[in-house]
Structure formats: structure tokens, C-alpha cells
């Protein structure tokens, strides 16, 4: 795949050298079915099965770059997936936490992660939107998913003076948002950022049946 990572345009406005590191290193056709495996390094989302996508790489750069991640930090993920932005955010952080409610994704993406060797990272089958509470409190946390508020619970997990980025999902005509906030004595200080469009989060209550 050497051609293709060569070749992979993620590189447009971000700038920061750990994260574009970051998107060279992981391989992202590691997380992508086989039959995607000759896309895998456009930049463009992929059908990753259960109804889910792996975002394109230059929103998980994008994201990645946004929070100003530092080694030490602690970082929540939700919305797993196959694992992919959990990777990179394993190579800039120092412990990550990804939460995935679809059992099938969480087991793959851990098996993933474990053969690629990532020992910083611990993944669970849960509810993203009541976070990993015993883990807590987490200097980010990255929602690669939409929702039409930012979950209670997870503001609740955040470092003060920690950041958030999310998309936020303003309904059909609106649209999603991908927002920037940062948890402050006062509450949270909120930054809009761009027009997105991401998988809605799951609740158990949302599932079929």
C-alpha cells in the first residue's frame, strides 16, 4: 500500500506536524474491509458495515488537530467504529478510551488495534453517550458521531479547560455542524468550525425492534 499512502491528500490545512505524522503512519486499509482496501487511501469516508463509515482522513486530521492533543493526555473517543481515528489518536496521546455500541465493530476494531500493537488504548461495547465514567475525568473527547446536544454525561467527564469536538446535528434543514468547545468554570465556550455530515449516535432506546 506504500503507493497509495504516498499518494493520500489529507495533508490541506492541517499543520500540525504530530498529526500529519500520525496520518502517514496508521494504515488505514487496516480498517476498512477487504473490498475497500483499493480506497482506502482517498480521502473520502468508507462503508465499514453495521450501517457505519470510517470518516475521511482529512476530518480525522482535521479533529485531531482541533482538540491540541499533548502526549500525556487522556482522551475519550466515541463513536470507535473500526478503530481508525483510535489509532491516531493512540499515536499522539497517552492513554485513549473508545467507546462502540455496535458489539461487532468494538470487537473488530480491538483486534485491529491489539495486532497492530497499540498498548494504549482500551476499547469497550457501551452507550457513548454516558462515556466511560470510572475512567474519568479525560483531558479530550472526540465524538465521531452526530448528536442534536452534546451528552450531559460526557461534559461531566471532561477536564476543566479540556475541549470537545463533536458534529452537532441541527436537524434536516440545518444540518450538522462540526463544533469546538471547551469546558470552563462558567460553562462550556463553543466555536463553530464547518458543515459535516457524519453517522447519527446510536442509543439503545434508537435501535430497530
Not at 90 to 108: D, K, P, T
Not at 160 to 166: A, D, K, P, Q, T
Given at each position: 500500500m506504500a503507493a497509495f499512502v504516498a499518494a493520500y491528500p489529507f495533508e490541506r490545512g492541517i499543520r500540525d506536524p504530530r498529526v500529519l505524522a500520525a496520518l502517514r503512519k496508521v494504515p488505514r486499509h487496516e480498517f476498512v474491509p477487504e473490498a475497500q482496501h483499493e480506497r482506502a487511501y482517498t480521502d473520502g469516508p468508507l462503508d ?162
Open positions: 465499514i458495515g453495521e450501517g457505519q463509515t470510517i470518516s475521511q482522513p482529512f476530518i480525522v486530521g482535521f479533529m485531531s488537530e482541533a482538540l491540541e492533543l499533548k502526549a500525556s493526555d487522556r482522551v475519550l473517543e466515541i463513536g470507535a467504529g473500526s478503530g481508525y481515528q483510535t489509532a491516531i489518536l493512540a499515536e499522539l496521546v497517552g492513554e485513549v478510551y473508545a467507546v462502540e455500541i455496535s458489539e461487532s465493530l468494538a470487537q473488530r476494531a480491538q483486534g485491529v488495534l491489539e495486532r497492530l500493537q497499540y498498548r494504549n488504548v482500551h476499547v469497550r461495547c457501551a452507550d457513548g453517550a454516558l462515556g466511560w465514567k470510572e475512567a474519568a475525568p479525560f483531558d479530550a473527547i472526540l465524538i465521531a458521531c452526530a448528536a442534536p446536544q452534546i451528552p450531559a454525561a460526557l461534559v461531566e467527564q471532561l477536564q476543566e479547560n479540556g475541549r470537545l469536538i463533536l458534529p452537532l446535528d441541527h436537524g434536516l434543514l440545518a444540518g450538522q455542524e462540526l463544533v469546538l468547545a471547551q469546558k470552563t468554570k462558567h460553562g462550556l465556550r463553543q466555536e463553530r468550525r464547518m458543515a459535516v455530515r457524519f453517522v447519527p449516535m446510536i442509543r439503545p432506546t434508537s435501535r430497530p425492534g
